[in-house]
């Protein structure tokens, strides 16, 4: 019979061993080198604790100096977002391999930095001008907001009944002009010019031109720009993507309206066509009309510039097409069972796409492979249809997307089961905004700053949002 003395003077049983992997880290960041050695660490290790030995091996011999910068690890191109034991067993690899593993710096939330009060609703923004967001609102109104203040440089209406849908700089930095679209279908080139007004520089806008892709009394609305340098893309819901040189100005006199009309424009602050009208230098069809009658899903969601001369269009009836913009003619396509909302390129010359889809949904695609599908689809990547899809600007990895449930999220595409972030929205300040909540009020207009260190975000709230980050994209 066991006492209970000799019960405790018997030896303890072994604690159970710890499981262990070997691994080697790397990184391309020069100045964050480590010995290239394997390291036997354990299995149930996630991303802070080997966040912790790289930081020691930077600092070896005084753990209590230690930088603490953080850092993301990618295996076999993924991020790793659980444990290493967790990364195994999903990918059917065992611990006695040697884990070859890429450590880069992590992406850290972008935080809320302002926001800037408009009229109506926002339908696009574009922030890729150094120190200039430039906004498109329903009230067919442009909107210049400098870096700095929260009130507008420029306020400037555009004859396009309906409202505006889109609006770009286009051209040089010193020519300074302005590329919208309508919901009537209409497109208009403006041009500025900055005056001083105290310590802050404001801006004026001239009508250049304006045009539409199809004559008619009935034209469908355009809904998309993309530029590049001084050619633009537009895009139609009547399925047409259409080919502009807007800053040449091959364009003929319009005498069409009178100068009573113009007159009465002007004194009601609307830019009005002065002369000068646009014409698309080629129409190319996403969607080909069947007798001329444009088909219930053939409304272009996206288009956008490519590199080598290539564009794509992404549309309603699930199709993506890549189109060689010299011979005017589609070179491939690929299809799905989505509906297309939004189509932006990521950073590089890789023709890899993104497309947010009315369905929730968010898929990238990558047009060199022979698949005809989404080559990657994040499933349930909103909880309502995505409106939004941007490209970080230089991060071959990064995007972000919007959606009408209100959110604006931060995504690597090496880690798509789940964002990076989502970023808080601020509560509106007052009136049906404020009853309604800023979480709940769609996001319809997003784009990045030319650095890749703010998000810029908008739309039924009708105010223009800023989010600012540190050292995102820097890997």
Same mark, same amino acid.
């Given at each position: 019979?066991?006492?209970?003395?000799?019960?405790?003077?018997?030896?303890? $049983?072994?604690?159970?061993?710890?499981?262990?992997?070997?691994?080697?880290?790397?990184?391309?960041?020069?100045?964050?080198?480590?010995?290239?050695?394997?390291?036997?660490?354990?299995?149930?290790?996630?991303?802070?604790?080997?966040?912790?030995?790289?930081?020691?091996?930077?600092?070896?011999?005084?753990?209590?100096?230690?930088?603490?910068?953080?850092?993301?690890?990618?295996?076999?191109?993924?991020?790793?977002?659980?444990?290493?034991?967790?990364?195994?067993?999903?990918?059917?690899?065992?611990?006695?391999?040697?884990?070859?593993?890429?450590?880069?710096?992590?992406?850290?939330?972008?935080?809320?930095?302002?926001?800037?009060?408009?009229?109506?609703?926002?339908?696009?923004?574009?922030?890729?001008?150094?120190?200039?967001?430039?906004?498109?609102?329903?009230?067919?109104?442009?909107?210049?907001?400098?870096?700095?203040?929260?009130?507008?440089?420029?306020?400037?209406?555009?004859?396009?009944?309906?409202?505006?849908?889109?609006?770009?700089?286009?051209?040089?930095?010193?020519?300074?002009?302005?590329?919208?679209?309508?919901?009537?279908?209409?497109?208009?080139?403006?041009?500025?010019?900055?005056?001083?007004?105290?310590?802050?520089?404001?801006?004026?806008?001239?009508?250049?031109?304006?045009?539409?892709?199809?004559?008619?009394?009935?034209?469908?609305?355009?809904?998309?720009?993309?530029?590049?340098?001084?050619?633009?893309?537009?895009?139609?819901?009547?399925?047409?993507?259409?080919?502009?040189?807007?800053?040449?100005?091959?364009?003929?006199?319009?005498?069409?309206?009178?100068?009573?009309?113009?007159?009465?424009?002007?004194?009601?602050?609307?830019?009005?066509?002065?002369?000068?009208?646009?014409?698309?230098?080629?129409?190319?069809?996403?969607?080909? $009309?069947?007798?001329?009658? $444009?088909?219930?899903?053939?409304?272009?969601?996206?288009?956008?510039?490519?590199?080598?001369?290539?564009?794509?269009?992404?549309?309603?009836?699930?199709?993506?097409?890549?189109?060689?913009?010299?011979?005017?003619?589609?070179?491939?396509?690929?299809?799905?069972?989505?509906?297309?909302?939004?189509?932006?390129?990521?950073?590089?010359?890789?023709?890899?796409?993104?497309?947010?889809?009315?369905?929730?949904?968010?898929?990238?695609?990558?047009?060199?492979?022979?698949?005809?599908?989404?080559?990657?689809?994040?499933?349930?990547?909103?909880?309502?249809?995505?409106?939004?899809?941007?490209?970080?600007?230089?991060?071959?990895?990064?995007?972000?997307?919007?959606?009408?449930?209100?959110?604006?999220?931060?995504?690597?595409?090496?880690?798509?089961?789940?964002?990076?972030?989502?970023?808080?929205?601020?509560?509106?300040?007052?009136?049906?905004?404020?009853?309604?909540?800023?979480?709940?009020?769609?996001?319809?207009?997003?784009?990045?700053?030319?650095?890749?260190?703010?998000?810029?975000?908008?739309?039924?709230?009708?105010?223009?949002?800023?989010?600012?980050?540190?050292?995102?994209?820097?890997?």
């Amino acid at each position: 019979m066991t006492t209970l003395a000799s019960t405790s003077a018997a030896p303890a $049983p072994a604690a159970p061993a710890v499981r262990q992997v070997p691994i080697v880290l790397r990184t391309s960041l020069a100045t964050l080198q480590i010995p290239q050695q394997p390291y036997l660490v354990p299995l149930s290790w996630r991303r802070t604790q080997l966040s912790t030995l790289v930081n020691r091996l930077l600092s070896p011999g005084d753990a209590a100096s230690a930088a603490s910068i953080p850092f993301d690890f990618i295996i076999d191109g993924e991020l790793l977002r659980g444990s290493i034991d967790a990364w195994l067993a999903a990918h059917g690899r065992t611990e006695e391999e040697t884990l070859d593993i890429e450590y880069v710096r992590s992406t850290l939330p972008p935080r809320f930095a302002s926001s800037r009060e408009c009229d109506d609703w926002l339908s696009d923004i574009d922030a890729r001008s150094d120190g200039l967001f430039l906004t498109a609102a329903y009230d067919s109104t442009l909107r210049l907001f400098g870096a700095t203040g929260t009130e507008p440089l420029l306020t400037q209406r555009v004859a396009a009944p309906g409202g505006l849908t889109s609006a770009r700089f286009i051209g040089s930095d010193a020519e300074q002009q302005v590329l919208a679209t309508g919901m009537d279908g209409t497109i208009h080139l403006l041009s500025l010019s900055s005056t001083s007004a105290g310590p802050e520089q404001m801006y004026s806008a001239t009508h250049v031109a304006s045009g539409a892709a199809h004559g008619g009394s009935v034209r469908a609305p355009l809904c998309s720009l993309s530029v590049r340098g001084s050619q633009a893309l537009a895009a139609g819901w009547d399925g047409c993507v259409s080919l502009w040189l807007p800053t040449s100005l091959a364009a003929r006199s319009d005498a069409d309206e009178s100068r009573s009309k113009k007159k009465r424009r002007a004194e009601r602050g609307v830019a009005a066509p002065e002369g000068a009208r646009l014409e698309p230098l080629a129409t190319l069809w996403h969607a080909p $009309p069947n007798a001329g009658v $444009p088909s219930a899903n053939a409304r272009v969601g996206g288009v956008v510039w490519g590199a080598e001369g290539k564009a794509y269009s992404a549309g309603w009836n699930g199709s993506v097409r890549e189109w060689d913009v010299d011979s005017q003619s589609a070179s491939s396509s690929k299809t799905s069972d989505k509906v297309l909302l939004c189509l932006d390129h990521m950073a590089g010359s890789a023709p890899v796409l993104l497309t947010g889809h009315v369905d929730r949904s968010i898929g990238i695609w990558d047009m060199r492979l022979n698949a005809a599908a989404i080559t990657l689809p994040l499933a349930s990547a909103h909880s309502a249809p995505v409106s939004a899809v941007r490209a970080h600007p230089s991060s071959a990895h990064l995007f972000a997307s919007a959606s009408h449930d209100g959110s604006v999220k931060l995504w690597d595409a090496r880690s798509p089961k789940a964002a990076l972030f989502a970023l808080s929205r601020p509560p509106a300040a007052s009136g049906e905004a404020a009853g309604k909540g800023a979480e709940k009020e769609k996001v319809l207009a997003l784009d990045w700053t030319s650095d890749g260190q703010a998000i810029a975000s908008g739309g039924e709230d009708k105010r223009l949002t800023l989010h600012r980050g540190e050292g995102i994209g820097r890997e």
